[in-house]
């Protein structure tokens, strides 16, 4: 039996190394109590030489870490964090966070009852996998997407370097977690053609969904983006309509100043219909306005209710749902559709790629490239029938 002392700090610490269950363990006895650490070596010929290496580091460890075996409840640190957090990101970033931690991490986590300091890489890559064949919370079968899957890891990094930075541990087992093999599904035609846009203003036509989306479709929005615009992002004069305000749904009703990026915040020229539609809207909210006095709520936004109060930043993606639930010659469409339906009728029309970027918005052409792809090439095989028989006869 091996057994090593650490003097320092004041403290005497000893250890030894002991097998269970077919592994190494180092038992320590600190202040006068025992704690085992799994060295992860499995009890095997030829191994107890790599154990006595491991044990020796991990006293090495503590000797620069003396909070090493101080063991840290993983769940309540998580929550710890959390509350930090919550004073250094903006409120829709710390209810993502929030989100993914209390709906995800934290119940998968607790009933291992694990602490900060043993959560290895292959804990991590374990909870990948069980997002990946089976986290959805919505009811339906299936996993989450890597992307989401992605997004739960920059919690849990942030989690760890959290704890780097108070010393309790030294290093983040999720930097060298990989991440499961999900094999992308084939995209979706979540968009319409012109017909059907057109079929689905003409069912829309008269209510407030009808004009929303009609702004939407001319300049491919982001519902945020059109539930944020004000009057004071339209200039009826210069004839132009400014992206620069957004209001999202993200646990409560978030209204900022600032698009989802920098490349998102951009001035449209004001198209006609668009024109007619706003001119449209301001009469009637001035009319209300002197109908109502001090019962209308001037809130400065473009799509409100009678008394002046904004709609849900939801409101058009249920409207939408309704409309083509009764109507069912409508194929199914998400909002998000809408966007993807003005892209590809800009690709009909010829626009190129990073024309078609620049006019979503999108940070770089690489994201409209690998959202369009699809549909860029159904609008060439479209073109490319006007080719046959080219050089017949």
């Not at 890489?121 to 909870?127: A, F």
């Not at 002046?308 to 939801?314: F, I, K, Q, R, W």
């Amino acid at each position: 039996m091996l057994t090593d002392y650490l003097h320092g700090k004041g403290v005497e610490m000893k250890g030894s190394l002991q097998t269970k269950s077919g592994k190494y363990y180092a038992v320590f006895r600190i202040d006068g109590k025992q704690k085992w650490i799994n060295l992860y070596v499995e009890d095997k010929r030829g191994n107890k030489r790599k154990a006595e290496n491991a044990m020796r580091e991990l006293l090495q460890k503590y000797e620069q870490n003396p909070f090493l075996f101080e063991k840290t409840d993983f769940c309540e640190y998580i929550k710890k964090w959390l509350e930090n957090t919550k004073t250094h990101v903006d409120l829709v970033t710390y209810n993502g966070y929030k989100q993914y931690a209390e709906k995800h991490i934290i119940p998968y986590f607790e009933p291992k009852k694990l602490s900060l300091q043993d959560v290895r890489m292959s804990h991590i890559e374990e909870y990948y996998n069980s997002k990946a064949s089976g986290g959805r919370l919505d009811g339906h079968e299936g996993g989450l997407s890597l992307r989401t899957i992605k997004l739960h890891a920059t919690v849990l990094s942030l989690v760890f370097k959290y704890a780097i930075r108070e010393g309790i541990i030294r290093d983040n087992p999720v930097e060298l977690a990989r991440f499961p093999n999900i094999q992308k599904s084939k995209p979706k035609d979540n968009y319409y053609t012109v017909d059907e846009c057109k079929k689905l203003l003409d069912l829309s036509e008269g209510t407030p969904l009808h004009d929303i989306m009609v702004v939407t479709l001319y300049y491919g929005l982001r519902r945020s983006e059109a539930m944020g615009l004000r009057w004071v992002d339209v200039d009826f004069d210069r004839g132009t309509i400014t992206i620069q305000h957004t209001r999202t749904l993200n646990g409560v009703v978030v209204e900022k100043d600032r698009t989802k990026t920098q490349s998102s915040n951009r001035v449209y020229p004001l198209i006609n219909e668009v024109r007619n539609i706003l001119l449209k809207l301001k009469s009637e909210q001035e009319h209300q306005k002197d109908l109502l006095l001090n019962k209308y709520t001037d809130s400065g936004y473009i799509f409100v209710n009678d008394f002046g109060v904004p709609y849900h930043p939801s409101y058009p993606t249920q409207m939408l749902y309704k409309l083509i639930k009764k109507h069912p010659e409508l194929k199914h469409l998400t909002y998000h559709g809408l966007r993807h339906s003005a892209a590809s009728l800009l690709l009909v029309r010829g626009w190129s790629m990073k024309e078609i970027s620049e006019w979503l918005g999108h940070s770089n052409i690489h994201i409209t490239m690998n959202l369009y792809t699809h549909i860029d090439m159904a609008s060439k095989r479209e073109r490319a029938e006007a080719l046959n028989g080219l050089f017949a006869g």
